[in-house]
């Protein structure tokens, strides 16, 4: 059963500060990797794609990519009230789908 | 630019009747999803279609079927409605396959009673 792992929280994270996610995943064959936001009562939105390992910034976003260890990693730098939401790691599978992991609710206080 | 777009929003089902949910997507995407999503259990695959003319099942397919109409529209039927069907259901598309992720319709929430 290929699986993609998340704490589920709730993560707590001052506002201004930095909010670190985490996710494992179980396919060592995985070639993309992404994270989504979810607002409560909302549907998914790709906020970051990552295809090679390393960073990939974008804006106050930076996605961590590390194939050997099966871990991609999403940094929210100088957090805000709005970034609070579930966040969802996801893992192509196959080129044909993609697996999700249950989300990790990211609490931002004000 | 609608982008992906569900109905309905909403429905309340009662146990045994059929009903379809309709997705269609105006972004020239090849391939097009449909998931479910449980609280505690995450996004679950229900049914894909790779390209047009073309559909597999997923992670949970049981008691649904689906149509790629065409390019544009892929469908979602439930043909004998059952309690455990009540969720929140996203259809979703993508450029091709996969590799690019998606692009997700704003959900229907569907109850069975």
């Known amino acids: 059963q290929k699986e993609v792992e998340q704490n589920s929280g709730p993560l707590s994270v001052p506002e201004g500060a930095i909010a670190s996610l985490n996710c494992t995943y179980s396919?060592?064959?995985?070639?993309?990797f992404f994270w989504y936001r979810q607002y409560s009562g909302k549907s998914p939105e790709l906020i970051m794609s990552?295809?090679?390992?390393g960073d990939k910034e974008d804006g106050r976003f930076t996605a961590q990519l590390n194939k050997a260890s099966q871990y991609v990693s999403l940094l929210i730098r100088d957090s805000q009230p709005s970034d609070s939401a579930t966040y969802l790691c996801?893992?192509?599978?196959?080129?044909?789908?993609?697996?999700f992991g249950k989300g990790t609710r990211l609490h931002i206080l004000p | 630019n609608a982008g992906v777009t569900q109905t309905p929003k909403f429905q309340v089902l009662k146990t045994g009747q059929s009903m379809t949910l309709q997705c269609a997507q105006d972004?020239?995407?090849?391939?097009m999803y449909w998931y479910r999503q449980d609280p505690g259990m995450g996004l679950r695959l229900i049914y894909y279609?790779?390209?047009?003319?073309?559909?597999d099942k997923g992670e949970v397919p049981n008691g649904y079927n689906v149509s790629r109409l065409n390019k544009r529209e892929f469908s979602l039927r439930l043909e004998s409605a059952a309690p455990s069907q009540t969720s929140v259901y996203f259809c979703?598309?993508?450029?091709?396959?996969?590799?690019?992720?998606?692009?997700f319709g704003s959900g229907t929430r569907l109850t069975v009673v």
């Open positions: 990552i295809y090679s390992n």
């Open positions: 396919d060592r064959g995985s070639q993309s």
């Open positions: 996801a893992v192509n599978l196959d080129g044909d789908k993609i697996i």
């Open positions: 979703a598309s993508s450029v091709r396959r996969s590799n690019y992720g998606y692009t």
């Open positions: 972004m020239n995407h090849n391939s």
């Open positions: 279609s790779a390209s047009e003319g073309t559909t």
